[in-house]
């Protein structure tokens, strides 16, 4: 890629240009056939999605916020009910709440591996909430809603602690929808069944995002939901189709949440590569991890606990210095980015929501210290050397201690 020597955070030329033939191939095909949504393109890409991720059933929707909602609804979360995430994520994970009509609570984040910390899962169910005698439901004791699912975020490429999760779920009957948009192809460790498990095969059902820079990403906008739970698929289509079965028969109202046929095709062609572009991103990933060992401990790398399998959307560090680190490598040619700089608690849209500085201490810090670095199959060694050299350079010159 010319990029006069500048190392971007993230490369979406390279791999187009790779792949060009096959891809312009399927937008030929798309073409002769004239089939531009649904059709055979998709249900080909949806049934290879299902075997990549080990389940039954993948529908594909028009983005990851589409997938969240309606795995959300479809799973059957009611207007007014409750959903606990977790506040250092994209916005698009409590937007798809707010638009299935429940509320979201958050529980903090493990300081380690950046996604939810079951105990606090734990504390909020416990001291937060309380069964209701009358109905044997679960419910916030300050709002009076029923709590009715969870939605960990496997972050980064990171899968969330799934099996203390699925536990408390199971305890208090509450529904699992993983948002697996940043960790396609990660495995999680499943202690129960004593095996590894694809990440989007463990909650009731999964959401993916196959936005143009995610692991697996479309030219354009598309989603899916992975699930085990053939009603709950079926509904997935049916509410993504405004709620037909049948052409003009409504039996639900629903939205226009297709996938598209050249997207589909794409995506299918792309996942031939996926898991070697993943094993590509590890492999990066531990470069990085010990080009930076002579660093001794300057700067916070990623944590991958042995139960996780991470695919690295995202290799991100830590400092306290972050912000000059950033300036530092921006000046440097060297592309970062930071996700995310506000957590959603404290973003000027949940104003209303009432939430203090404080209120999440490890994500409102996480924020304030977390740095990616550039990230993508492609990353050449050399390159990796002189990002790290300039990190280097920056720790023993320019650090502000
Ligand atoms: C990308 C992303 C989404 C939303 O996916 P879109 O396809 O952009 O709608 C949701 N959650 C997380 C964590 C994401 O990174």
Redesign the pocket.
């Known amino acids: 890629m010319n990029t006069n020597g500048r190392i971007p955070l993230v490369d979406l030329i390279t791999p187009h240009r790779e792949l060009e033939e096959e891809l312009v191939s399927v937008f030929k095909t798309a073409l002769n056939a004239g089939g531009f949504v649904g059709g055979p393109m998709v249900r080909a890409f949806e049934r290879g999605f299902a075997e990549f991720c080990r389940v039954q059933h993948c529908v594909g929707v028009g983005?990851?916020?589409d997938a969240?909602r309606l795995a959300l609804m479809a799973a059957g979360v009611q207007p007014g009910d409750t959903v606990v995430t977790v506040p250092n994520?994209?916005i698009?994970?409590t937007e798809a709440i707010s638009h299935a009509g429940a509320w979201w609570d958050f529980v903090d984040i493990d300081e380690r591996t950046y996604t939810m910390d079951p105990n606090k899962l734990r504390e909020y169910l416990e001291q937060e909430c309380a069964l209701d005698h009358g109905t044997g439901a679960l419910v916030n004791r300050r709002t009076a809603r029923r709590v009715a699912a969870v939605v960990p975020?496997h972050?980064y490429g990171q899968p969330a602690d799934m099996d203390p999760i699925l536990e408390l779920a199971s305890r208090y009957g509450l529904i699992v929808i993983e948002?697996a948009?940043?960790a396609h192809g990660a495995e999680y460790f499943f202690e129960p069944e004593d095996c590894w498990r694809k990440v989007g095969s463990m909650g009731r059902a999964a959401a993916f995002?196959f936005?143009p820079g995610?692991n697996l990403g479309a030219c354009g906008?598309a989603?899916a939901v992975t699930t085990n739970d053939t009603e709950l698929a079926q509904r997935v289509r049916l509410l993504a189709d405004h709620g037909q079965a049948r052409k003009y028969a409504h039996e639900v109202e629903g939205c226009n949440g297709r996938l598209d046929a050249i997207q589909a095709g794409i995506l299918r062609k792309k996942l031939t590569y996926l898991r070697e572009w993943n094993e590509r991103r590890r492999d990066v990933a531990q470069r990085y991890t010990e080009l930076f060992a002579s660093l001794n401990g300057d700067i916070g790398l990623p944590y991958e606990p042995t139960w996780a399998r991470h695919v690295y959307h995202l290799y991100v560090i830590r400092t306290q210095y972050r912000d000059e680190l950033q300036a530092h490598l921006t000046g440097a040619g060297v592309g970062t980015g930071i996700h995310y700089p506000i957590p959603l608690h404290l973003q000027e849209a949940y104003r209303h929501r009432g939430y203090q500085p404080g209120d999440f201490p490890i994500s409102e810090r996480v924020a304030k210290e977390v740095l990616s670095l550039p990230m993508y199959p492609q990353l050449a060694m050399d390159q990796q050397r002189q990002v790290v050299q300039r990190v280097a350079d920056f720790v023993s010159t320019e650090s502000p201690r």
């Open positions: 983005s990851g916020t969240l994520t994209f698009a994970t975020v972050l948002d948009c940043q995002s936005y995610k906008e989603g």
